[in-house]
């Protein structure tokens, strides 16, 4: 091989080393910003159910989208997650997101909450049958046990059912919890109402 060739595939080594250095800087910048909304929204979810507001009730409940609402506390793995209204990629970067149109603690029918596996939900994983969770909001908790779990086919919207029969808590993350880039599949955790 001549002396120019091995110079260009120098090159061409050196543009990938970059190219790939620049992908992994750029994904830990999002990680890193991920966490510090978070952060920022778990300290705003904190203020909102330590203060209850004797003046709301559940009944009339109704945030608006980006809006933090409440907290989510996964006992088991020693988790608290600030609970946002809405389930775009924007509130989805500040905590677990609440499914515009389903229902909240107390009003008695489906709670969807939704979170990414490798930030808020990332240890969701851990979670088993009989364990518990808990949505504090400004007007009061509900304290809610795990009942079953399933995998489905991302694009599956079968399990919202927004149903307004019963009280039962949802979440919903990516799946498997380990996979690199968009899953092809979604886990879910059924919760029921503990009494």
């Known amino acids: 091989m ?4 091995l110079v260009q595939i120098k090159y061409i080594i050196y543009f990938f080393i970059f190219l790939g250095l620049g992908i992994i800087g750029y994904a830990g910048y999002q990680i890193l910003h991920s966490n510090i909304q978070a952060e920022k929204s778990l300290k705003e979810a904190k ?4 203060v209850q507001d004797d003046h709301e009730d559940e009944s009339d409940f109704e945030p608006v989208v980006g809006e933090v609402v409440g907290l989510l506390s996964l006992p088991k793995v020693e988790s608290e997650l600030a609970i946002v209204e809405g389930t775009d990629p924007d509130e989805l970067a500040k905590g677990v997101g609440h499914y515009k149109g389903s229902f909240f603690p107390g009003q008695g029918g489906q709670i969807v909450l939704s979170g990414h596996r490798d930030t808020v939900f990332k240890r969701v994983g851990e979670l088993v049958l009989g364990d518990e ?4 909001m400004p007007y009061g908790e509900a304290s809610y046990e795990i009942v079953n779990t399933k995998i489905v086919n991302a694009d599956d919207t079968s399990i919202i059912t927004l149903q307004n029969q019963e009280e039962e808590l949802i979440l919903t993350t990516c799946y498997p919890f380990g996979y690199v880039g968009d899953a092809k599949e979604r886990y879910i955790i059924y919760a029921k109402a503990k009494n």
């Not at 001549?2 to 060739?5: D, E, F, K, N, T």
């Not at 969770?133 to 504090?136: A, D, I, N, S, T």
């Open 133 to 136: 969770l808990v949505m504090k």
């Open 47 to 50: 203020g909102k159910v330590e």
């Open 2 to 5: 001549r002396r120019g060739g």
